[in-house]
């Protein structure tokens, strides 16, 4: 945690921090370098201070990766990009030409030199490199960011999560945890529970407070936190008064983070509406409650009311937080698309990924106030993310757009993720898809009017069907000046304002 800690004054230094004290750390130790510089070392006549800050670093620097803009700075073959490790380490069979040459080297006319690209690298690292979002055009510098986070920038959590990665106590399995509507101390008391850190005996033993380990109640040898709050005489009393006969022979016998996770997760209805796990959360709080009660003030007894003490505190949260386990109510809407208005071009885009393989594709569309077909395209982007193919599907209908004069532009796409980034192009300093995100906002810019629009799935069915058509091209871009025989049917429902169905939430 103390690295972890130490890791963000290291951060602060690189994302260039205005304070007085990171003014002297740079021109006393850092002397125009980077913190990340592997000129920045141990030195002997540095002070303490210094000297955790660089403990800080090592752990920062394990954490960076490039961020592409114009690829001008970063090596092809010896930086980390792609993936963790250069591409001059990767055991592919890959064809080092020049060592030292630069990412925008293998750039060709706004886009990969695919020729070269595949005389140095195998096709599954071809397909990596070329979803990577890079900015060919954008004018923004390459830049280090911090791979553990969506948004590129450090976090002391990340840190503390990459250091201890692959432990059994990894944060991503519980993530659940937090989107549980419970009191806020519950939630904190279950991740202490989960981490193994609320004081059992058998901790108070392991951390030297104490030499007795067994339960101070039932006098069992070992006081574990699973003893405390299912199996101890008196935890069970409770659990039996609160459980129905078929859930107790199988609720006693699990171990404990299967325990935790199954009636956490339980999806059962108790009574009066009220979720299981609602009660489980408030009976574990109270079982412990009363065990410390029973420690430092002797009471040997539990509550003659208990299970009336938690019952009354469930169903109080439950009426004051409105938890409601019922899903909003749907009904059938029906969406058609909807062509331009007269001297407006209308240009559709969509992302595709078939999970399974991680290839992503894109298809865009332009049309007129009559609904023809102006121009279009497919793009088969290799593995990536989807969110990558929904901004290329962008970046490449825009540079679409801009090739052949339509200025007066209405953009529809289904991604309100992607929209939202480019609606924030400007405080994404740090963002792993900035570079991309970048080139997309310069291109409407281009244009003397463009206007970006979020529309339901169905009214895009068009360039559903170019995206998912992608991926029977070789990897690259194909423009359709004519609409191909194959999308036939979708183009002629959207000419006909053909409507299609979908569920949405009311109320």
Request: hydrophobic share 45%; aromatic share 14%; glycine share 8%.
């Amino acid at each position: 945690m103390n690295q972890a800690l130490l890791a963000k004054i290291g951060w602060r230094l690189h994302i260039k921090d205005e304070g007085l004290w990171a003014k002297i750390y740079k021109a006393k130790y850092l002397k125009g370098h980077s913190i990340l510089d592997d000129f920045v070392i141990f030195r002997q006549d540095c002070s303490s201070t210094w000297r955790g800050v660089l403990h800080g670093a090592a752990l920062l620097r394990k954490g960076m990766l490039w961020r592409i803009g114009d690829g001008g700075t970063v090596k092809f073959w010896k930086d980390n990009w792609v993936f963790d490790a250069p591409l001059n380490q990767n055991d592919s069979g890959v064809h080092i030409c020049d060592p030292d040459s630069v990412i925008s080297s293998f750039y060709r006319d706004g886009w990969w030199d695919m020729e070269k690209l595949r005389a140095a690298l195998p096709e599954e690292l071809v397909q990596r490199v070329i979803s990577c979002p890079v900015g060919f055009n954008s004018g923004i510098q390459d830049a280090q960011i911090w791979k553990f986070s969506s948004n590129g920038i450090f976090s002391v959590k990340s840190a503390y999560n990459m250091v201890f990665e692959g432990s059994t106590c990894s944060d991503v399995a519980w993530t659940f945890l937090w989107k549980l509507r419970i009191p806020p101390k519950l939630h904190i008391f279950f991740w202490l529970v989960f981490q193994g850190k609320i004081l059992s005996n058998e901790q108070r033993v392991r951390r030297q407070l104490s030499l007795d380990a067994s339960c101070g109640s039932c006098h069992w040898p070992m006081e574990s936190i699973l003893h405390i709050l299912r199996d101890c005489v008196k935890a069970k009393k409770v659990w039996n008064a609160l459980l129905n006969s078929s859930q107790s022979a199988r609720f006693f016998t699990m171990d404990f983070q299967p325990w935790l996770r199954v009636n956490l997760m339980s999806k059962i209805v108790w009574a009066d509406g009220i979720p299981w796990n609602l009660v489980f959360v408030f009976t574990c709080w109270y079982i412990w409650k009363w065990r410390n009660h029973y420690v430092f003030h002797g009471d040997e007894e539990l509550a003659f009311d208990s299970i009336q003490i938690i019952t009354a505190a469930v169903k109080e949260w439950f009426k004051t937080s409105n938890v409601s386990f019922t899903k909003c109510a749907k009904v059938e809407a029906w969406f058609a698309w909807e062509p331009p208005p007269a001297g407006v071009f209308k240009l559709n885009v969509d992302g595709s990924r078939k999970v399974a393989f991680g290839h992503i594709g894109a298809g865009g569309v332009l049309r007129d106030v009559s609904g023809d077909w102006c121009s279009g395209f497919a793009v088969n982007l290799g593995k990536g993310q989807i969110i990558e193919a929904e901004l290329w599907g962008l970046f490449f209908g825009l540079r679409m757009a801009v090739a052949k004069g339509f200025n007066n532009l209405i953009v529809e796409m289904d991604s309100a993720i992607a929209i939202q980034l480019v609606q924030q192009h400007d405080s994404l300093t740090w963002h792993p898809l900035a570079s991309l995100v970048s080139s997309c906002w310069q291109l409407m810019q281009q244009l003397e009017k463009c206007s970006l629009h979020h529309i339901f799935r169905e009214k895009n069915s068009v360039v559903d069907r170019l995206a998912a058509w992608s991926y029977n091209l070789d990897l690259g871009i194909c423009v359709f000046d004519e609409a191909p025989s194959w999308i036939g049917t979708s183009l002629v429902d959207d000419l006909l304002g053909v409507s299609r169905p979908r569920l949405i939430c009311v109320g």
